[in-house]
């Protein structure tokens, strides 16, 4: 089957899951998950969706979410929307020709009664349980800023990739004609980025986005560094991302405030005037030197962070990202991530908070050993290890370490000493950052930037990865079950009547169980976030 067409029928195989084209309200994808606004959730088939092949679970949150993986999605969803509008022109709930989810698969998810089932079930009630906690007006307002800067990060792994390749042959001195060009593609949306920024912040918060962009704007345009604010001159690009935050969110409101008094007949000359006027005034004589003094401490406290107690605080980062994705607060580092590149051309903190997904994959290998009886969850681990070898770890989370409770401690443990390891380079002087977010694990290594050459950032990163895996395996190995888990998990699960496929008299599962579905979006969402 051709990539095209596979994707089209994945598209298919969702659509009708999802209650039909006329359930659909909006459509959206992150790094790797399909995001759909749904009229009805009554609708949707939660365990056919989990039994299509490329879906790797499902998660319930602002909006339904679908998780394909990296890659993926970003083909499947094309292919989604252009069945949604013909389902829409046809008026029916979906395409006729929609096939429906693999019998094979389907059949072998219902007669799935393991370990694995009872897992995903404990994960799906703890994202229900995180999802209640999470609903909190604090916690509300880290997910606007999530939706902010996540549909950049395409334009930032993008670039970060052309930077790299950029430095790479600039070291070795090879195709020096064509490195001024590259420089080009690498610098101009990092030149720009507080616009985009601008623009998608007055659209989350309800203003005219264009606006947004406008006011943000005046924070990159060279002019300001004929302006004097605060007994200095400005300089362009100062305050960065955080200001251009600001500025737009001062620019929703101003423009609020006009379509409430300015009289209908002057809005659309008005009001666009007045809330470009206010806000960039703002912006200029306030915004751009407080945002640029708060961006400077951000950077010098993390320099200073690493420098002074790195090993320390990679143990403690790595050790406590995985909570902080349970309590959605890892959405509070985008913009801190965002604003290192922008003033170092990485981020330091990303590397480190990567290793919390090596102690969760050492983790899910030590439960595949610890209980050689389970077909069920060998399984789901074997189904979920390869997204979790690329930084995509939500299934093995929900599916595996966080229902089994002790097993999610241990892998916590493994990132505090992945973390750890890369921190104390950190501390040497051997800095190892990302210039982009989003990646994490395997997928990270074509973004890393430093200090020191190539070489030696791959070497220290590959490192951190190898103590994360092993650290997580060990701790799992030794720590992570009581007695009373291991007889409750450590058994055969197969269904009553299992087709023999060894010696006679044996029997072995057939189904795949399912892979459970994620937790909250870093988004990738980025990983690291």
Same mark, same amino acid.
């Given at each position: 089957m051709a990539p095209e067409d596979k994707n089209r029928a994945t598209a298919a195989a969702i659509l009708p899951l999802v209650g039909g084209a006329a359930n659909v309200d909006s459509i959206a994808h992150c790094m790797t998950r399909l995001r759909l606004g749904l009229h009805d959730r009554s609708l949707v088939d939660d365990e056919a969706l989990k039994a299509i092949p490329a879906v790797m679970g499902v998660v319930e949150d602002d909006t339904y979410q679908i998780v394909l993986g990296p890659g993926t999605v970003a083909r499947v969803t094309p292919e989604f929307e252009r069945l949604v509008e013909e389902g829409r022109e046809a008026a029916t709930p979906a395409p006729a020709s929609a096939p429906a989810p693999d019998p094979a698969s389907a059949s072998a998810s219902a007669s799935e009664v393991a370990s694995a089932e009872e897992l995903a079930s404990q994960g799906a009630a703890m994202k229900a349980a995180?999802?209640?906690?999470?609903?909190?007006?604090?916690?509300?307002?880290?997910?606007?800023?999530?939706? #902010?800067?996540? *549909?950049?990060?395409?334009?930032?792994?993008?670039? @970060? #990739?052309?930077?790299?390749?950029?430095?790479?042959?600039?070291?070795? @001195?090879?195709?020096?004609?064509?490195? *001024?060009?590259?420089?080009a593609m690498a610098s101009g949306f990092m030149a720009l980025i507080a616009v985009f920024v601008g623009f998608n912040t007055a659209k989350e918060f309800g203003g005219t986005p264009i606006l947004g962009g406008a006011v943000a704007a005046i924070i990159v345009f060279p002019g300001v560094a004929n302006i004097e604010a605060f007994g200095q001159k400005l300089s362009p690009g100062q305050g960065g991302v955080l200001g251009a935050l600001g500025a737009a969110v001062l620019a929703v409101y101003v423009e609020k405030w006009c379509r409430r008094w300015v009289p209908e007949a002057l809005d659309v000359l008005v009001t666009p005037t007045l809330t470009v006027l206010v806000s960039g005034l703002v912006t200029i004589f306030g915004l751009m030197f407080v945002a640029g003094e708060v961006s400077t401490a951000i950077g010098s406290f993390a320099d200073w962070l690493l420098a002074n107690g790195g090993a320390g605080a990679g143990f403690v980062l790595?050790?406590?990202? %995985?909570?902080?994705?349970?309590?959605?607060? /890892?959405?509070?580092?985008?913009?801190? /991530?965002?604003?290192?590149?922008?003033?170092? @051309?990485?981020?330091?903190?990303?590397?480190?908070?990567?290793?919390?997904?090596?102690?969760?994959? =050492?983790?899910?290998?030590?439960?595949?050993?610890?209980?050689?009886?389970?077909?069920?969850?060998?399984?789901?681990? &074997?189904?979920?290890?390869?997204?979790?070898? %690329?930084?995509?770890?939500?299934?093995?989370?929900?599916?595996?370490?966080?229902?089994?409770?002790?097993?999610? #401690?241990?892998?916590?443990?493994?990132?505090?000493?992945?973390?750890?390891?890369?921190?104390?380079?950190?501390?040497?002087?051997? &800095?190892?950052?990302?210039?982009?977010?989003?990646?994490?694990?395997?997928?990270?290594?074509?973004?890393?930037?430093?200090? /020191?050459?190539?070489?030696?950032?791959?070497?220290?990163? =590959?490192?951190?990865?190898?103590?994360?895996?092993?650290?997580?395996?060990?701790?799992?190995?030794?720590?992570?079950?009581?007695?009373? !888990?291991?007889? $409750?998990?450590?058994?055969?699960? $197969? *269904?009553?009547?299992?087709?023999?496929? =060894?010696? *006679?008299?044996?029997?072995?599962?057939?189904?795949?169980?399912?892979?459970?579905?994620?937790?909250?979006?870093?988004? &990738? $969402?980025?990983?690291? !976030?």
């Open positions: 995180r999802k209640a906690k999470n609903a909190t007006p604090f916690k509300l307002f880290l997910r606007r800023i999530a939706n #902010i800067f996540v *549909p950049l990060i395409p334009a930032l792994i993008g670039c @970060g #990739i052309i930077a790299g390749l950029n430095g790479l042959l600039v070291n070795l @001195g090879w195709l020096t004609s064509v490195t *001024p060009a590259l420089a790595g050790g406590l990202f %995985l909570p902080l994705v349970m309590l959605g607060l /890892h959405q509070a580092l985008i913009p801190i /991530h965002t604003t290192l590149i922008e003033q170092q @051309g990485y981020t330091v903190l990303l590397p480190i908070l990567a290793m919390a997904g090596a102690g969760q994959v =050492g983790a899910a290998v030590a439960v595949y050993f610890r209980l050689p009886r389970n077909g069920s969850v060998r399984r789901t681990i &074997k189904s979920a290890l390869p997204a979790g070898l %690329l930084g995509v770890g939500e299934p093995l989370i929900y599916g595996v370490s966080l229902p089994l409770g002790r097993p999610f #401690i241990t892998a916590c443990v493994g990132g505090a000493f992945g973390g750890g390891f890369i921190g104390l380079f950190n501390q040497l002087g051997d &800095k190892v950052g990302s210039t982009a977010i989003g990646p994490s694990g395997w997928a990270l290594f074509p973004l890393l930037d430093g200090s /020191h050459d190539l070489g030696t950032t791959v070497a220290i990163y =590959g490192g951190g990865l190898l103590v994360g895996y092993l650290a997580g395996f060990l701790a799992t190995y030794f720590f992570g079950f009581g007695k009373e !888990l291991l007889a $409750e998990f450590n058994v055969s699960q $197969e *269904p009553a009547g299992a087709t023999t496929s =060894g010696a *006679p008299g044996t029997t072995t599962g057939t189904a795949s169980a399912p892979a459970p579905g994620p937790g909250p979006d870093q988004a &990738k $969402e980025p990983a690291g !976030l």
